[in-house]
Nanobody, 115 residues
Framework: QVQLVESGGGLVQPGGSLRLSCAASGSISSLNTMAWYRQAPGNQREAVASITSLGRTNYADSVKGRFTISRNSAKTTAYLQMNSLKLEDTAVYYC?????????WGQGTQVTVSS
């Protein structure tokens, strides 16, 4: 089992920045991927960004150039630096941890972009 604890959400004005964190604990395999997803009201959950334990990253087109995903050196915490936030970035952001056998989700953190 892997437990995920997210933090860093909040209210920000358009053009502002937020940094989300996702701390993983438990049975963490050496080869894994941590990712951020988001879900806005009435929409399906969508992938935002991911990073493998080898450091390979991937981004949704809608956030490229604005969001950056990273991990700490211990590979136990993933971060999502969100810059130039737009109204349409408003959503609940979920952290995901997955390896060859399992997938785990965090509880979600609300990001609201509003003037």
């Amino acid at each position: 089992q892997v437990q995920l604890v997210e933090s860093g959400g909040g209210l920000v004005q358009p053009g502002g920045s937020l940094r989300l964190s996702c701390a993983a604990s438990g049975s963490i395999s050496s080869l894994n991927t941590m990712a951020w997803y988001r879900q806005a009201p009435g929409n399906q959950r969508e992938a935002v960004a991911s990073i493998t334990s080898l450091g390979r990253t991937n981004y949704a087109d809608s956030v490229k150039g604005r969001f950056t995903i990273s991990r700490n050196s211990a590979k136990t915490t993933a971060y999502l630096q969100m810059n130039s936030l737009k109204l349409e970035d408003t959503a609940v952001y979920y952290c995901n941890f997955r390896d060859y056998t399992s997938s785990f989700w965090g509880q979600g953190t609300q990001v609201t972009v509003s003037s």
